[in-house]
């Protein structure tokens, strides 16, 4: 089944670490995105890539990065920079530009110890 | 303002109630508009696109009224699995190098009780 995986599930990083989150999809979507949800909040856009090798920050990219070498591939860096990262991560997909809405992975939950 | 408003709730209805949740957007251009139903430390799922004609889904009826830059989601005969956090999503207008981004409400609760 086409579909978008996300991992680790559960991730824990000390302070001043970076760490890495996996999003892969094998949906043949061209977009793709990242987002980080708080506690009683809505989702917020970190980056988003609409095609390989380009991407663009969305609302809280700071202390963040991604790379997109690879049309399935759209890994999220948690920087040291980000002074609160303790969140939930989800990653999208969509077909690209159009009317449709997104398909999410089953997200990463972060948390600094 | 934010760029898409819902009421947090919680809304707390009995078995086989009818609950209505609302929505408002403030950018006129919007384009497309959704409702994901969100699980306790889950994902985002698609529920139902909203057309301007209005929809239903099942027990599900979503409606759209541009003009008032209005959304709304009505459940009848609520079932408890039906317990989740219900997210009022609105997407841009795409085109040049916009590419039509999806922007959340903070969601709706709702817990169906016995």
């Known amino acids: 089944d086409g579909g978008i995986t996300q991992s680790p599930k559960y991730l824990f990083r000390k302070e001043g670490q970076n760490v890495t989150l996996s999003c892969e999809q094998n949906l043949n979507h061209d977009a793709m995105y990242w987002y980080r949800q708080d506690p009683g909040q809505g989702l917020r856009l970190i980056y988003y890539s609409q095609i390989v090798n380009d991407f663009q920050k969305g609302d809280i990219a700071e202390g963040y990065s991604v790379s997109r070498e690879k049309k399935e591939s759209f890994p999220l860096t948690v920087t040291s920079a980000q002074k609160n990262p303790t969140a939930f991560y989800l990653c999208a997909s969509s077909a690209g530009q159009g009317f449709g809405g997104y398909t999410f992975g089953s997200g990463t939950r972060l948390t600094v110890v | 303002r934010k760029e898409v408003e819902q009421d947090p709730g919680p809304f707390n209805v009995p078995e086989g109630a009818t609950v209505a949740f609302n929505c408002t957007y403030s950018n006129s251009a919007s384009q497309s508009f959704f409702w994901y139903r969100q699980d306790c430390r889950k994902e985002p799922k698609l529920l139902m696109s909203v057309y301007s004609s209005g929809n239903e889904d099942g027990r599900f009826t979503a409606q759209l009224n541009r003009a008032s830059q209005y959304i709304s989601l009505l459940i009848r005969d609520s079932k408890l699995s039906d317990s989740a956090t219900y997210l009022c999503?609105?997407?841009?207008?795409?085109?040049?190098?916009?590419?039509?981004?999806?922007?959340f409400g903070q969601g709706t609760i709702l817990t169906v009780h016995p």
């Open positions: 999503v609105v997407r841009g207008r795409a085109g040049g190098t916009s590419y039509g981004k999806l922007t």
